[in-house]
């Protein structure tokens, strides 16, 4: 059976027809894929106003598609199946605006990473230098899954509760929606300690709140009863973070956790 696809576009003046890809829709055989920009300052760029509607869209879609890949909600309009998504292309024509139809006899998640490749173009990633050692460890451990792009290095959030763009050292993407920090603790001064524990749970605490996504924080910690009681005021100040943030101070066992999370969205979305 064929597959589709539909590009998602902006038009921020319909009048003029200036148009920017944000984004790429597949279906068929009752399965709904879709990929958006990870980078969207191009996109503001070119439309030269706000475009939190728009990430807003983007976010309400993958967050839907990532917890059942065959099936996704629109915000208000109840769930979306192939004969609504018909419908929302032909007559969607303001400032977000499809492509009229192509078929393909790939299937939907291959046609999907077919049709990214050809019409999304991201900006420049910046180079990533890990700035940890426990960071440099887990890139070396990810290698694979960077290349491959399930995992992305040094990943950002925008539209935190403070207004601040937030940064992580890896984010395992395609529905795992994990978020892997590593924080480095190995100081002498106790004070320092708690104040850098501080600062990351209330990064976290900024990123969880608006976006729907699990965190694993991965710390190296110094050695030394001078500083074992800041060191367990720094992992209760962490975990107090929320009950989607975990924190793990041996590294192999963060890869773990990681690695399961990857292979439990793998399995589901090939029994789906």
């Keep these: 059976m064929a597959s589709h696809y539909t590009v998602v576009q902006y038009v921020p003046d319909p009048a003029t027809d200036e148009r920017i890809n944000v984004g790429v829709l597949t279906y068929g055989d009752g399965q709904i894929r879709c990929r958006f920009l990870r980078d969207w300052r191009r996109v503001e760029q070119f439309g030269g106003e706000d475009i939190g509607f728009l990430r807003d869209l983007a976010r309400d879609i993958q967050t839907a598609a990532g917890a059942q890949p065959t099936l996704f909600a629109m915000p208000g309009a109840g769930r979306l199946d192939e004969?609504?998504?018909?419908?929302?292309?032909?007559?969607?024509?303001?400032?977000?605006?499809?492509?009229?139809?192509?078929?393909?006899?790939?299937?939907?998640?291959?046609?999907?990473?077919?049709?990214?490749?050809?019409?999304?173009?991201?900006?420049?990633?910046?180079?990533?230098?890990?700035?940890?050692?426990?960071?440099?460890?887990?890139?070396?451990?990810?290698?694979?899954?960077?290349?491959?792009?399930?995992?992305?290095?040094?990943?950002?959030?925008?539209?935190?509760?403070?207004?601040?763009?937030?940064?992580?050292?890896?984010?395992?993407?395609?529905?795992?929606?994990?978020?892997?920090?590593?924080?480095r603790l190995a100081i002498k001064s106790p004070h320092d300690i708690i104040a850098r524990a501080d600062a990351e749970a209330f990064k976290l605490e900024d990123i969880l709140e608006k976006h729907p996504v699990s965190a694993i924080?991965?710390?190296?910690?110094?050695?030394?009863?001078?500083?074992?009681?800041?060191?367990?005021?720094?992992?209760?100040?962490?975990?107090?973070?929320?009950?989607?943030?975990?924190?793990?101070?041996?590294?192999?066992?963060?890869?773990?956790?990681?690695l399961r999370a990857v292979d439990e969205v793998a399995a589901g979305r090939s029994t789906g």
């Design 83 to 183: 004969e609504t998504l018909r419908r929302m292309i032909g007559r969607w024509r303001n400032s977000v605006q499809f492509t009229p139809t192509r078929a393909s006899l790939l299937k939907p998640a291959e046609l999907l990473d077919d049709v990214a490749g050809r019409f999304l173009r991201e900006s420049k990633p910046r180079a990533f230098r890990p700035t940890t050692k426990p960071a440099e460890r887990l890139a070396q451990r990810f290698c694979k899954l960077i290349e491959d792009k399930v995992i992305l290095p040094d990943q950002p959030f925008e539209g935190a509760r403070s207004g601040v763009v937030r940064r992580v050292d890896f984010y395992a993407d395609s529905g795992a929606n994990l978020a892997i920090d590593t924080l």
């Design 217 to 258: 924080v991965v710390c190296e910690l110094a050695s030394g009863q001078d500083v074992a009681d800041a060191n367990g005021a720094a992992l209760r100040i962490l975990k107090s973070a929320g009950t989607r943030v975990e924190v793990e101070t041996d590294l192999e066992a963060a890869v773990d956790r990681v």
